[in-house]
């Protein structure tokens, strides 16, 4: 059965440092990998997809995520955070292109000034 | 672009009650879902469509409902309401894109049930 594990619930760093969120995933196929973001009171926003083409994956707003099956992970990376990068992210795979998406209990993230 | 409409956006209900959270989309999308997220535990899919007049359940379908009688609606149905169904709810659409098309979110329905 697939998984997804994502290893703090509460990641906090000051403005301008490095952000890392950590994810792991379980599948017994090549998974569909996929990082999203949620604002307060909004909806569920794509920030990048792994659909095996580059191991190295850009998205939207600067972040970027790498793709390790020796790992399995597929942790989400922000050279230099933004105060506008406070939210919740959740890191989810999916075996098939059907909407089916098993999700991580997800990371809040805090900027501090 | 309208995208993915929810509606109502916030709802009380009594105990054993029921209603229908409405969810449609313009996208022409084949796939559509719902999602719930409580605390400390994500999004947990409760039903999903691959088209119309075709449903399958998610992980947690237990005291909902579902039908897809249009590509565009995807209708919610709470049969009777239980304090455990206070949540946030999410509708989603996608395609079947070969680049592995990601989900489109609607901004969800907070339902308490009291």
């Known amino acids: 059965a697939q998984s997804v594990t994502q290893l703090g619930s509460h990641v906090s760093v000051s403005e301008g440092a490095l952000v890392l969120l950590r994810c792991n995933y379980s599948s017994s196929v090549p998974p569909y990998l996929f990082w999203y973001v949620q604002y307060p009171n909004q909806g569920l926003q794509l920030l990048l997809k792994?659909?095996?083409?580059?191991?190295l994956v850009k998205g939207i707003n600067g972040f970027e995520a790498e793709f390790k099956k020796s790992e399995t992970s597929f942790h989400l990376t922000k050279p230099s955070a933004h105060m506008s990068d406070a939210a919740e992210y959740f890191c989810a795979v999916s075996e098939s292109n059907t909407g089916k998406l098993i999700f991580g209990q997800g990371t809040t993230l805090q900027v501090k000034p | 672009n309208a995208g993915v409409t929810q509606t109502p956006k916030f709802q009380v209900l009594k105990t054993g009650q029921s209603m229908t959270l409405q969810c449609a989309q313009d996208?022409?999308?084949?796939?559509m879902s719902w999602y719930r997220q409580d605390p400390g535990m994500g999004l947990r899919l409760i039903h999903y469509s691959v088209g119309a007049g075709i449903t399958d359940q998610g992980e947690v379908p237990n005291g909902y409902n579902v039908s897809r009688s249009t590509t565009e609606d995807f209708p919610l149905r709470l049969l009777s309401a239980a304090p455990s169904q206070t949540s946030v709810y999410f509708c989603a659409s996608s395609s079947p894109g070969g680049d592995n098309s990601p989900l489109h979110f609607g901004n969800g329905t907070r339902l308490t049930v009291t």
């Open positions: 996208m022409n999308h084949e796939y």
């Open positions: 792994y659909t095996s083409a580059a191991t």
